[in-house]
């Protein structure tokens, strides 16, 4: 009996006043946008996970401040489904000079308004980039508390 197992993701929305930062990346059909985001690694809690993805990604030092909220998302295209829990913080320590992850092309600012447009021509990664922009200005948000790593606490 083969046993489903989601991906387990991370992403950040990160506002700077009406943009917000996201990272531009090469797909098989074209180039397209997402918040910075990735996968859960072995051994590291769910905050851990998205400081370094938005390190890698953005060369931003990011601050979680909050959980915006857990998103489940099939890819009709692939067939696998992401759960990803999107935070909420801001950055800072820009390194200029560091070379960003494989495959990012830039990391640049963009208002709801540009990822609208870029969603109507299909160069958003996924649904989850603009359901998670409208979320956090519907001012959805939980507190990092919500997310316990277990394996790191004592009993």
Same mark, same amino acid.
């Given at each position: 009996?083969?046993?489903?197992?989601?991906?387990?993701?991370?992403?950040?929305?990160?506002?700077?006043?009406?943009?917000?930062?996201?990272?531009?990346?090469?797909?098989?059909?074209?180039?397209?946008?997402?918040?910075?985001?990735?996968?859960?690694?072995?051994?590291?809690? !769910?905050?851990?996970? +998205? @400081?370094?993805?938005?390190?890698?990604?953005? $060369?931003?030092?990011? *601050?979680?401040?909050?959980?915006?909220?857990?998103?489940?998302?099939?890819?009709?295209?692939?067939?696998?489904?992401?759960?990803?829990?999107?935070?909420?913080?801001?950055?800072?320590?820009?390194?200029?000079?560091?070379? !960003?992850?494989?495959? +990012? @092309?830039?990391?640049?600012?963009?208002?709801? $308004?540009?990822?609208? *447009?870029?969603?109507?021509?299909?160069?958003?990664?996924?649904?989850?980039?603009?359901?998670?922009?409208?979320?956090?200005?519907?001012?959805?948000?939980?507190?990092?508390?919500?997310?316990?790593?277990?394996?790191?606490?004592?009993?």
């Amino acid at each position: 009996m083969m046993v489903w197992k989601p991906h387990a993701t991370v992403a950040a929305v990160i506002p700077r006043g009406d943009t917000f930062l996201v990272v531009e990346e090469p797909r098989s059909a074209g180039i397209v946008f997402n918040q910075p985001a990735g996968h859960l690694e072995d051994g590291e809690s !769910l905050q851990q996970a +998205i @400081i370094r993805e938005v390190r890698e990604e953005t $060369a931003w030092q990011f *601050t979680p401040e909050y959980i915006l909220g857990i998103y489940r998302w099939r890819n009709p295209a692939k067939g696998n489904t992401h759960m990803r829990t999107t935070f909420v913080g801001s950055v800072t320590n820009h390194d200029p000079n560091q070379d !960003l992850f494989d495959g +990012i @092309i830039s990391a640049t600012w963009k208002t709801q $308004a540009d990822l609208k *447009t870029l969603g109507a021509t299909g160069r958003l990664r996924s649904p989850l980039v603009l359901t998670c922009i409208n979320d956090y200005l519907q001012g959805q948000r939980y507190p990092l508390s919500v997310c316990r790593d277990i394996c790191t606490e004592t009993v």
